[in-house]
């Protein structure tokens, strides 16, 4: 079984999507649209689909599953006008800002028998997965500490609009919180606890990327956080995510287990090196792991993106559960909005939901899922 997929929102992050969706089964792109109608037809012009408005796109019968790509703060009422229309919805990262939204959704999605699902899926890459591997064969012993470090100067250096990221619903924790802690909860499990503190290096930002440059930017929201994450596993993560720091070398991401450390790539990628110590001794090399979605697609790169909204295709037709759940992102969004919460009030915050972890991709899994 196909299911035809449409786009809403036809901005930078549109074009992977639809680049790389061919590649995978039980989806199809067939329309997409956009409140400015020529950005609309200039995606669909170069990917040989169908421009639509947004009310035509959510009337098609032959849509049923609607990509979400529009800004954050945009996200809820999207998805709850796509599940109104009857169709799946699949939203970019956060796909909502707040519990009581996300609940709202999933009340929605409950009474009319559809799934919602949400990025990121880079969990899903072969590093992660490799990983994920690693900790579950207990290849470094339980983990009970770690650390991720996410900083640079900030956004409004390349992206063409970078305003939303630095208005609520933005800012380094919403969004590249999603790849990290979305990771983390793949790997460890759901999140007990968080406290952190959160500031601003400046009041306002100066575009310096084309066409706005010279443009001034009024900061809305924290653009440092350092905070630390307690899991029911107990293991106690310390997270830093910036876009105050011109340059640090810290690892993106640290696992110490009782019988060793896994260092882990950048989640916001598929793929990178993982290495790993058994005691004080380097392992040779990268662990053996032939997953397919470690191998380069884009330049020297591993990009399979649109693997998330495929497994949700797949598992709706196999009447299983997708991996990039809507009780798993919304435990993400959870743990996000409690950091910045603890982050105002100085005072650690308890994590109202949880989430079982998303079932590992084995390799012949994701090789089954390319066409």
């Known amino acids: 079984m196909t299911l035809g997929i449409g786009v809403i929102g036809c901005g930078n992050i549109s074009a992977a999507y639809m680049k790389l969706a061919p590649m995978f089964r039980g989806i199809e792109m067939r329309a997409c649209a956009d409140m400015n109608a020529e950005a609309a037809q200039a995606r669909a012009d170069e990917f040989g689909l169908r421009a639509e ?39 970019e990262k956060p796909f909502v800002l707040g519990l009581d939204e996300g609940k709202a959704l999933a009340e929605l999605a409950g009474k009319r028998g559809l799934r919602v699902g949400s990025a990121p899926d880079t969990f899903l890459g072969g590093a992660h997965q490799l990983a994920r591997h690693l900790v579950d064969s207990g290849s470094v012993g339980k983990i009970t500490s770690g650390t991720c470090f996410v900083q640079s100067p900030g956004m409004e250096m390349w992206h063409p609009n970078p305003d939303f ?29 968080v406290g952190a503190t959160a500031g601003m290096a400046s009041a306002e930002r100066t575009i310096t990327s084309q066409p706005r440059n010279g443009e001034t930017i009024k900061v809305e929201t924290p653009t440092t956080v350092h905070a630390l994450l307690e899991f029911h596993s107990g293991a106690q993560i310390t997270y830093c995510a910036s876009w105050d720091v011109w340059q640090h070398d810290h690892s993106n991401m640290e696992l110490y287990g009782r019988e060793g450390t896994l260092h882990v790539p950048d989640p916001n990628f598929f793929g990178g090196e993982v290495r790993m110590t058994q005691r004080a001794s380097f392992v040779n090399g990268m662990p053996e792991w032939q997953h397919p979605f470690s191998v380069p697609n884009d330049g020297d790169r591993a990009n399979y993106r649109a693997s998330g909204l495929a497994d949700m295709a797949l598992a709706i037709a196999e009447g299983r559960d997708h991996r990039c759940s809507l009780e798993f992102s919304l435990h993400v969004v959870d743990v996000m909005t409690s950091i910045l919460r603890s982050g105002e009030t100085g005072s650690f915050v308890e994590i109202a939901t949880t989430c079982k972890r998303p079932q590992a991709l084995q390799p012949d899994e994701a090789q089954g899922m390319l066409t």
């Open 165 to 193: 990221f630095f208005k609520p619903g933005g800012g380094p924790i919403l969004d590249l919180g999603p790849y990290y802690i979305s990771n983390l909860v793949q790997l460890l499990g759901p999140v007990k606890r």
């Open 53 to 91: 408005t947004v009310e035509g796109l959510l009337a098609a019968d032959d849509i049923d599953i609607v990509v979400n790509l529009t800004i954050p703060a945009a996200h809820f009422e999207i998805s709850k006008q796509v599940l109104e229309a009857g169709k799946h919805v699949y939203s």
